[in-house]
């Protein structure tokens, strides 16, 4: 049995809001993503393993097409920065510098 985990990221909690007051339409999702509806609601409900492209695939969408505030969107990305330094990952943190140098 496939270890499943329960907690749902910003941007799927936002897509399963928006879905919910029917701001988006699950069968669109499933038209633009290719992802099966059964699938998408089992993501949502928190059945899905972060491996699996279709949950990329929902990340991604809900990135592009769910109403964030950009002040949202910044608290998330610090908290996922303060996890990659507090674990020393080197290699993401070499990547977020390089990002970091040619935006400016």
Do not use: V
Request: glycine content about 2%; charged content about 30%.
């Amino acid at each position: 049995m496939p270890k499943y985990n329960q907690d749902l990221p910003f941007e799927l909690k936002q897509l399963k809001n928006e879905i919910e007051k029917k701001i988006i339409l699950i069968d669109k999702i499933e038209d633009i993503t290719g992802i099966d509806q059964s699938q998408i609601s089992r993501i949502l409900r928190g059945q899905y393993m972060k491996k699996s492209e279709n949950y990329h695939k929902l990340c991604k969408f809900a990135l592009n097409n769910c109403n964030f505030r950009s002040s949202e969107i910044s608290e998330h990305l610090i908290e996922k920065i303060k996890r990659i330094t507090d674990n020393n990952d080197s290699s993401s943190l070499i990547a977020m510098y390089k990002l970091a140098d040619y935006s400016e």
